[in-house]
């Protein structure tokens, strides 16, 4: 029924509100804080909104900006892993699915469907719009993180070759912005 739906949307929206309180290893472009991951995931569509001409193939924007709206939302439960944490790294797979399993399907049966294989779409990265979306996500850290001067990755100890390997996926979904990160490192 509708009142059942709605609540079920509602209780949703509820629930991944607390994405707001899950605190990146990254920091705003000024360093003054750290990033949370709703900031990231705004941060990840407006990039798509003003940079999707720089995909590697021609994508709907549509999708771009659904994918990145959600591809952090298990980070609700599974919260964030720093992209240079190996150890850390070695169980987010079966965390952040248990997590999607959780919070999808909080969701009414159909739009939870929906946005689960927007998710999953995401982590195989089969698609032009994944690629691109993922190629984003990897642009979007290493960007705000040049910004402030590199003082997230000083805090770590992450060294350029480092930042290097972890990045050089963004060519696959936007070449353009893979040679906007070498001229920078």
């Known amino acids: 029924d509708v009142a059942r739906r709605l609540a079920d949307q509602v209780g949703f929206v509820l629930e991944v509100d607390r994405l707001k309180s899950v605190l990146r290893r990254g920091r705003v472009a000024d360093g003054s804080r750290y990033e949370n991951s709703a900031e990231h995931s705004w941060t990840l569509a407006l990039m798509a909104l003003v940079l999707s001409e720089h995909a590697a193939e021609p994508v709907d924007l549509a999708t771009v900006l659904r994918m990145v709206v959600v591809h952090d939302i298990v980070e609700v439960d599974a919260g964030d892993t720093y992209v240079y944490d190996e150890v850390g790294r070695a169980d987010k797979e079966a965390r952040e699915a248990q997590a999607a399993d959780r919070i999808f399907a909080l969701l009414p049966a159909d739009q939870a469907a929906e946005v689960r294989a927007l998710w999953d779409e995401f982590e195989h990265g089969d698609s032009p719009e ?26 770590n100890g992450v060294t350029a070759d480092r930042i290097h390997a972890r990045n050089e996926e963004i060519d696959e979904g936007a070449p353009q912005l893979w040679r906007e990160v070498q001229l920078r490192l």
């Open 130 to 155: 994944a690629r691109f979306a993922r190629s984003l996500d990897r642009f979007a850290g290493f960007l705000l993180n040049h910004a402030s001067g590199g003082i997230t990755w000083r805090e």
